[in-house]
Each structure stands twice: as C-alpha cells, then as structure tokens.
C-alpha cells in the first residue's frame, strides 16, 4: 500500500510540474496614452514620474502633439527624471519663435534685417500673410540633437518602447497615424500646431498637429497590443470668453468645440484615466513648466495604488535606464541636398560651413543651419542624419521660400538727417540664382538712395555693386571750413551751413575667413560735394580755392574720386544698437589712384582706419561695451575732403564723419585720430536701456609722425541715455556735454538708422 502512494505521487508530481513550466503566469502589455495640450503637455513628464516609481513598464506608447514629443523621447530610452531635468533647461521661447543669433547672418544680411521696420512679400503685386508664426527650426534642430541615439531607427515599433504619433494631412483632413519614417520629423509634425508653426512635409503629404482629428488616441493604443490603458488627458473643456485672448487659444476652442464630447468615450476605454486639472494655463504657459509638471505629477500620485497593482500583475519588470549620453561631436562625410531648385550647391554649402569627413561639433553644425535659416531663402530646412558605416550622411530636405518680391518700409528721425521715411523693393532671383537686388527710396528733409545687387556665394568669392546716395546739411564752425579749404578770413562769418552731398558706387568681392571674419576687394567711384550758400559772395579771382555758381552756391569741394580698396569685418555683437556680448573689428584701406581734381590739389593718397570693440556683461543685467579706433591718411596730397571730422551722436557714418559725443556733428577736423569709447548699459526693464557713455579722443593732422597720437586726450565727452528697443527700431535720447566746450547737447533718435 505504501509503495502504491509513492508511485501516485510520483505520477501527480510528473504530471504537474510540465504543466506549470508550460504555462507561466501571463505578462500583463500596458499601453500609455498622452494627449496634446501644448505647455499643459509638460504634466506628462510629473505623471511619467509617478508611473515609474510605481514600477509599471510600458509597453506601447502613442501620443498627439506634445504628447508625441514627450512619449518618443521616453519610448527612446529616456527616464523621467532626464525628461525633467531636458524640459527645464529648455528656452521655448527661443525655441518656438525661431530667434536665431545674430551672428547667423551674413554681413549683408545684418544691414539688411536692421534697417526695416516691416517685411511683407510681394507677390503678383498682392501683399501676402505669413502661413505662421514660426517654421518650427529652432525646435527641429533640437529634436534631431536629443534624439540622436536613435537616428538609425526607421521603423517606430523598434524603439526600446513601440511608438507611434498622430497627424493630420491638411489637403484631405485625413488622420495618419506615423509608425515609421525619421523620428524628429514625424513628432514634429504631430505637433505643428495651426497658426503657431508651419505645416511640415513629410513623404509628400502636409502635415497639421494631430490634435485636429484625434488629440487622445486610446484606440489606436489598444489596437497596438495593450492590454491595460493608462491615459494622461492634459486637455482642457470650452472656456470663457475672457480666456481667448489670442489667435491660439480660439483655434483651439473651435476645435474644441468636437474632442470635449469624444473624450467622454475615449476617457471610458481608459483602465487608468489620469486628468490634471490644467484649466489656469494656456497652450504657451512654457514659464509656467515647474507649476505644469508638479500638477501632473500630484494627480498621479492619486492614482499610486493602482499603478502599483498594475506592476504587480507584470512578469517582467521595467529595464533599468542607462541613461542617454548626450552627442557633442559627429562626424558627416557626406552631403546630400533635396529641394534646392534656386540656390546653388556651393551656396548652400557655403552657408553650413563645415567641413566634410571631419569631426564637427553639433552646435557648429546647428550654427551652419541657423546661417541658413537665417537667409530667409527657405520655408522649412528638414534634415537627417544616417549612418553609412564611415561616419554619417547628412540628408538636407530644403523647401524653399516662394516669395522672391518684398516690400520693407522704415521711419527715422536724427539731428543730422532730420525726419525720413523709407520705401524698399527688393528681388530675389533677380538675374541668377542666388542672387538679390534690392532699392531704398528714402524721402525727408533729404533726399537718399541705396541700390545693391549682390550674388551670394557663401564661403566662395561672392560679388556685389552697390550705389547709394546721401546727403545732409549742417551748421558748422567757419574756421573748421578754414582749415580744410583754401578760404579767405572773415571775422564776421562764425558759422556756415555746410551741404554735405556724396554719390558713391562700388564694385566688390567679398569673402568669409576662417567663418567669422568677411574680406572684401572693390573699386569705387566717389563723387563729393561740400558746398554752402551762407557765402553769397565770392571773388573767385582772389580765392580761387572756392567757386560759385549760377544757384548762387559755393563749392568747397565737387570732385569725382576712383579708388581701390579692402575691408576686413568681424561682427558677433548680439544686438547692433545696445550689444551686451560679442566682438568688433572693422578695418578699411582705400587708396585714392585718380580725380577730376575741382580744387587742382589732388596727388595719390591713402585713408586707412579701424574700429575694434567687444562687449560683455559685468553682473546680472548691467554690461560694459568698449571700443578703440583710429584712421590716418597716407602722403602728400592737399585734398583734405577725406579727412576725420569728429562730433555728434549716430550709428551710420559716410566717409570719415565720426560720432563723438559732447560734441555737436563735424567740430573736430584732422587727417589723423584715435578715439576710446566705453558705455555702460543697464537694461532695467526687457529692451529697456539706462546707459552711460564716456569717450576720449586726439585729433589733428599727422598725430602718429608727431606723437601726439598716446599723449593725453585733447577732447572728452560724456552722456546719459535712455534707449528703448522697439519694434520699428531704437529709440534714443541723449544728454552730453564736455568739461572742454563748457557746453551740453541733447541728441534724439528713432527707429532704425539708413
């Protein structure tokens, strides 16, 4: 008998443990939902917190929007915790408006952006709207940054957590649903919100935020494999008037108007419906990220225990994050460009400045595409990277910018060129490619021009012509008139109106060294009149270095000068007008080979001169801009038209007129100078300037062979000023004075100088 029961126990035993080896306890696939909501998105990052302190492993992900953006970062291999801590050091502002440095445009793109205070396309002559606030590069350029480890990965499911994204084709208003394709691209598009981005292309199809057709797509999750949901719904119901304060949040109302009676049913398809209450914030509350997070973060922790008996019916546990090791350097030994029907290789090329199979740091490469963001030539720079073995290819999808015809207007009033209003034409593709042609008509108290056609090569050779006309009058001291002319004495003539009339035309080659420095080689003509109509009167016979006319006008000078010459330019100041950082040099070399000679004085000469600057910020708002400067003219020739002639208050200079403050315009005259200059400006307020200036200067003829150059300072200056940045251009008022004169100036400016 008891042989009997060993036997039986034996069978039972045998029977029982296949079975159980055969049949484990089953693996409970948990699907992760993330709704859009802009800002109030940053609330999935506090859930994702909760969620893993729980121990729950997700299993798929899909998300719309900013739901896309966090659920691929997380389903790439980020934890919650590196989320945070991205999403904190993250500047959207910056981010979302496209603000690029200014450093990432050209030189002639600089004199460009700062001149006008309205760009509006001009095409089919009909003004044109822009599609967007932004075109999304800035975010773009990021994505690709912090997604990098999963550059390879084409196919979605293949992610450490399968994922997918929603988007909307605006052509069909059909809802694609994006499990493959380049992953920055794809979660982009999800998130191209109507009116704040751009739509994005991708595979031939434009692309709108998700959110438009399904902005919580529990099915699509379910479909996918989960078993158990868990949803997080930062989306908020219908709000009152008082809320729609912007084109956003109505855009976002209407299309509230169907997701509110979805979420209903979307909300019961949900095991684990986590909603953050984000009714006090707006789609562009970034500021308000800290507040966002923890919310999504203590409504979470409401929903602990449940989390918690969710990890305890998985078999196997979460895997332990590695953590992302974030990319400083790649390596791209080759380019690859899409889309550039109208702008040539080397232009594009010319733009990134990189070079090809060497080790490139990523912010030189986002720097290159800044430079060509900045150009204005593209509505959208999409690109990947993929790994060839050797290194990488970078793929560069250009989409480019279909308005070649603007129309720019500006407004400016100084004490020099008094009140003037601008109107600009300007064409891009005007003869070839690459090239942009563009004419200022500016009408006031003087008459003005500047034509410029220039062909843009990048870092090759690139040409220009430029031709522009200024003119000003200003009341001078006579003997200044004395001392650069050959005029009679007259006790009683203190001060003349002198008009200042100069037509210069150039032809250039211009260059980039080493990416920050420009190089230009030109020729110009110069055609120069001083002249004034207080001297009624001339006796051409006893002073024949002065000449009237039948307009009654006396001519100081009224010269044609050809000339050679050479510039080299440094420009990584951040704002041209009130710079808190970044550097200065300016140095030019003009050699004046042959003139129509008005005053039969003229000889072979140079004019060299150079500015050097650099600014940086001393403690919290308050910075310090500090400038050297100098110039002296080379040989024996009498003309004295080119010589230095320092005073007033300005940002745009012809010949060698030099802003000196505590000096009215054109009181220190000399074929030689050297001029200090610092200022210290407190921005009390955002674009908000409290400034003080101080400057030292010697001026005279030949100070360098005399030595007088590093003596003492003959002449100071001091002022104080208030500047506001506004958005037709600076605005300016100034109070100088000098202990040498005994006297002060007020100097006014507005909007941008021309």
């Given at each position: 008998?008891?042989?009997?029961?060993?036997?039986?126990?034996?069978?039972?035993?045998?029977?029982?443990?296949?079975?159980?080896?055969?049949?484990?306890?089953?693996?409970?696939?948990?699907?992760?939902v993330l709704s859009g909501g802009g800002a109030k998105g940053l609330a999935h990052i506090g859930a994702l917190k909760v969620i893993e302190e729980a121990g729950v492993r997700i299993d798929y992900i899909g998300g719309t929007s900013m739901g896309a953006i966090v659920g691929a970062l997380y389903a790439s291999g980020y934890s919650a915790h590196e989320l945070d801590s991205l999403f904190r050091n993250t500047d959207f502002p910056e981010l979302i408006q496209d603000n690029l440095p200014r450093s990432a445009k050209t030189f002639y793109e600089k004199e460009d952006s700062e001149r006008y205070a309205l760009t509006l396309p001009f095409n089919n002559y009909k003004l044109a709207i822009p599609q967007a606030l932004s075109g999304?590069?800035?975010?773009?350029?990021?994505?690709?940054?912090?997604?990098?480890?999963?550059?390879?990965?084409?196919?979605?499911?293949?992610?450490?957590?399968?994922?997918?994204?929603?988007?909307?084709?605006?052509?069909?208003?059909?809802?694609?649903?994006?499990?493959?394709?380049?992953?920055?691209?794809?979660?982009?598009?999800?998130?191209?919100?109507?009116?704040?981005f751009e739509p994005t292309e991708v595979d031939g199809r434009i692309l709108i935020d998700g959110g438009v057709l399904n902005n919580y797509p529990v099915d699509e999750v379910k479909n996918s494999g989960a078993e158990l949901i868990i949803g997080v719904d930062v989306q908020h119901?219908?709000?009152?008037?008082?809320?729609?304060?912007?084109?956003?949040?109505?855009?976002?109302?209407?299309?509230?108007?169907?997701?509110?009676?979805?979420?209903?049913?979307?909300?019961?398809?949900?095991?684990?419906?986590?909603?953050p209450n984000m009714d006090a914030f707006s789609v562009i509350d970034f500021n308000m990220r800290e507040s966002i997070i923890s919310i999504g973060e203590k409504k979470t922790r409401e929903h602990l225990e449940a989390l918690k008996e969710v990890a305890a019916r998985q078999v196997v546990s979460p895997p332990m994050a590695a953590g992302i090791q974030s990319q400083d350097t790649i390596v791209i030994n080759r380019l690859l460009i899409k889309g550039n029907n109208n702008y040539s290789r080397g232009y594009v090329k010319g733009k990134l400045?990189?070079?090809?199979?060497?080790?490139?740091?990523?912010?030189?490469?986002?720097?290159?595409?800044?430079?060509?963001?900045?150009?204005?030539?593209?509505?959208?720079?999409?690109?990947?990277?993929?790994?060839?073995?050797?290194?990488?290819?970078?793929?560069?999808?250009?989409?480019?910018?279909?308005?070649?015809?603007?129309i720019r207007v500006g407004a400016h009033y100084d004490d020099l060129y008094k009140s003037a209003a601008l109107i600009n034409l300007t064409r891009k593709h005007f003869l070839v490619n690459d090239d942009v042609a563009s004419f200022d008509f500016i009408l006031g108290d003087n008459l003005r021009y500047n034509a410029q056609y220039y062909i843009d090569k990048g870092s090759y050779w690139s040409f220009g012509v430029n031709s522009r006309l200024n003119e000003f009058d200003q009341e001078i001291n006579y003997n200044i008139i004395r001392s650069n002319f050959d005029v009679p004495e007259d006790p009683n003539i203190n001060n003349i109106n002198l008009e200042v009339s100069d037509l210069t035309n150039q032809v250039y080659l211009q260059t980039v060294v080493r990416e920050e420095f420009a190089f230009s080689l030109g020729v110009e003509h110069k055609l120069l009149k001083y002249s004034t109509e207080t001297l009624s009167e001339v006796n051409e016979d006893l002073n024949p270095g002065i000449q009237g006319g039948s307009d009654n006008r006396t001519f100081f000078e009224k010269s044609n000068y050809f000339s050679t010459y050479g510039t080299l330019v440094l420009d990584t100041y951040n704002d041209r007008y009130f710079p808190s950082r970044g550097l200065y040099f300016n140095g030019d070399f003009h050699l004046y080979l042959f003139s129509s000679d008005f005053n039969d004085n003229f000889k072979e000469f140079s004019i060299a001169k150079a500015r050097m600057g650099v600014a940086f910020p001393l403690a919290g708002n308050l910075s310090l801009n500090l400038e050297t400067e100098g110039g002296f003219k080379l040989g024996t020739s009498g003309v004295s038209a080119f010589d230095f002639v320092l005073g007033g208050f300005g940002s745009t200079n012809i010949n060698n007129f030099t802003p000196f403050i505590g000096y009215d315009f054109l009181s220190l005259p000399g074929n030689s100078y050297v001029k200090a200059y610092s200022r210290f400006d407190l921005e009390f307020a955002p674009k908000n300037h409290l400034m003080f200036t101080l400057n030292y200067a010697n001026v005279e003829d030949d100070i360098f062979r005399t030595g007088e150059w590093f003596t003492t300072p003959d002449f100071s200056g001091y002022g104080l000023s208030y500047g506001w940045d506004s958005f037709f251009g600076p605005v300016q008022v100034m109070y100088s004075w000098s202990p040498e004169r005994d006297a002060s100036s007020v100097f006014f400016s507005i909007g941008y100088w021309f």
């Amino acid at each position: 008998m008891r042989l009997l029961l060993i036997f039986a126990l034996i069978s039972v035993l045998t029977n029982t443990l296949p079975a159980q080896e055969q049949n484990p306890p089953e693996d409970l696939k948990v699907g992760l939902v993330l709704s859009g909501g802009g800002a109030k998105g940053l609330a999935h990052i506090g859930a994702l917190k909760v969620i893993e302190e729980a121990g729950v492993r997700i299993d798929y992900i899909g998300g719309t929007s900013m739901g896309a953006i966090v659920g691929a970062l997380y389903a790439s291999g980020y934890s919650a915790h590196e989320l945070d801590s991205l999403f904190r050091n993250t500047d959207f502002p910056e981010l979302i408006q496209d603000n690029l440095p200014r450093s990432a445009k050209t030189f002639y793109e600089k004199e460009d952006s700062e001149r006008y205070a309205l760009t509006l396309p001009f095409n089919n002559y009909k003004l044109a709207i822009p599609q967007a606030l932004s075109g999304g590069q800035n975010i773009y350029n990021e994505l690709v940054k912090v997604l990098y480890h999963v550059k390879d990965v084409r196919k979605f499911d293949q992610l450490p957590i399968p994922f997918f994204c929603v988007a909307t084709d605006v052509e069909t208003g059909e809802e694609i649903i994006l499990r493959e394709g380049y992953l920055p691209e794809a979660i982009l598009a999800s998130g191209t919100f109507p009116s704040l981005f751009e739509p994005t292309e991708v595979d031939g199809r434009i692309l709108i935020d998700g959110g438009v057709l399904n902005n919580y797509p529990v099915d699509e999750v379910k479909n996918s494999g989960a078993e158990l949901i868990i949803g997080v719904d930062v989306q908020h119901g219908l709000r009152k008037r008082e809320s729609l304060q912007s084109a956003t949040e109505i855009l976002l109302q209407i299309n509230n108007y169907r997701t509110v009676g979805q979420m209903k049913e979307k909300a019961g398809k949900t095991d684990i419906y986590i909603k953050p209450n984000m009714d006090a914030f707006s789609v562009i509350d970034f500021n308000m990220r800290e507040s966002i997070i923890s919310i999504g973060e203590k409504k979470t922790r409401e929903h602990l225990e449940a989390l918690k008996e969710v990890a305890a019916r998985q078999v196997v546990s979460p895997p332990m994050a590695a953590g992302i090791q974030s990319q400083d350097t790649i390596v791209i030994n080759r380019l690859l460009i899409k889309g550039n029907n109208n702008y040539s290789r080397g232009y594009v090329k010319g733009k990134l400045r990189f070079d090809l199979a060497e080790k490139t740091s990523f912010n030189k490469l986002q720097q290159g595409l800044g430079n060509l963001s900045a150009t204005g030539n593209f509505r959208t720079i999409r690109y990947e990277l993929v790994s060839n073995g050797l290194g990488q290819d970078l793929i560069l999808k250009l989409q480019e910018n279909p308005n070649r015809t603007f129309i720019r207007v500006g407004a400016h009033y100084d004490d020099l060129y008094k009140s003037a209003a601008l109107i600009n034409l300007t064409r891009k593709h005007f003869l070839v490619n690459d090239d942009v042609a563009s004419f200022d008509f500016i009408l006031g108290d003087n008459l003005r021009y500047n034509a410029q056609y220039y062909i843009d090569k990048g870092s090759y050779w690139s040409f220009g012509v430029n031709s522009r006309l200024n003119e000003f009058d200003q009341e001078i001291n006579y003997n200044i008139i004395r001392s650069n002319f050959d005029v009679p004495e007259d006790p009683n003539i203190n001060n003349i109106n002198l008009e200042v009339s100069d037509l210069t035309n150039q032809v250039y080659l211009q260059t980039v060294v080493r990416e920050e420095f420009a190089f230009s080689l030109g020729v110009e003509h110069k055609l120069l009149k001083y002249s004034t109509e207080t001297l009624s009167e001339v006796n051409e016979d006893l002073n024949p270095g002065i000449q009237g006319g039948s307009d009654n006008r006396t001519f100081f000078e009224k010269s044609n000068y050809f000339s050679t010459y050479g510039t080299l330019v440094l420009d990584t100041y951040n704002d041209r007008y009130f710079p808190s950082r970044g550097l200065y040099f300016n140095g030019d070399f003009h050699l004046y080979l042959f003139s129509s000679d008005f005053n039969d004085n003229f000889k072979e000469f140079s004019i060299a001169k150079a500015r050097m600057g650099v600014a940086f910020p001393l403690a919290g708002n308050l910075s310090l801009n500090l400038e050297t400067e100098g110039g002296f003219k080379l040989g024996t020739s009498g003309v004295s038209a080119f010589d230095f002639v320092l005073g007033g208050f300005g940002s745009t200079n012809i010949n060698n007129f030099t802003p000196f403050i505590g000096y009215d315009f054109l009181s220190l005259p000399g074929n030689s100078y050297v001029k200090a200059y610092s200022r210290f400006d407190l921005e009390f307020a955002p674009k908000n300037h409290l400034m003080f200036t101080l400057n030292y200067a010697n001026v005279e003829d030949d100070i360098f062979r005399t030595g007088e150059w590093f003596t003492t300072p003959d002449f100071s200056g001091y002022g104080l000023s208030y500047g506001w940045d506004s958005f037709f251009g600076p605005v300016q008022v100034m109070y100088s004075w000098s202990p040498e004169r005994d006297a002060s100036s007020v100097f006014f400016s507005i909007g941008y100088w021309f």
